[in-house]
């Protein structure tokens, strides 16, 4: 059975950092595709930040040159370094692993930014 357990979030002020870790279990991690997302109230989920199997990464323009994702594919976990947190990225994140055909979402965490 698949399941991404992410941790990490919390409540920090504006300016602040946080790192999300997503420990994965019963898929072949290596070969996977891993993503953050994340849903404000009210609004769509959204996808954050993404990294290939291969180490490939992409972002969200919002998020560009203050959120780094990265992976460590001997602890079967993915990671995301949120540096100057603003109160607009306030949500709950997600982790998302993509492997093959398979999708699977972990429970997600908060992280409240405030002003």
């Known amino acids: 059975q698949v399941q991404l357990v992410e941790s990490g979030g919390g409540l920090v002020q504006a300016g602040g950092s946080l790192r999300l870790s997503c420990a994965a279990s019963?898929?072949?991690?290596?070969?996977?595709?891993m993503s953050w997302y994340r849903q404000a109230p009210g609004k769509q989920r959204e996808v954050v930040a993404a990294i290939t199997s291969g180490g490939s990464t992409s972002y969200a323009d919002s998020v560009k040159g203050r959120f780094t994702i990265d992976r460590d594919n001997a602890k079967n976990t993915v990671y995301l370094q949120m540096n100057s947190l603003k109160p607009e990225d306030t949500a709950v994140y997600y982790c998302?692993?993509?492997?093959?055909?398979?999708?699977?979402w972990g429970q997600g965490t908060q992280v409240t930014v405030s002003s």
């Open positions: 019963g898929m072949f991690f290596r070969i996977s595709d």
């Open positions: 998302k692993g993509t492997q093959r055909l398979y999708t699977y």
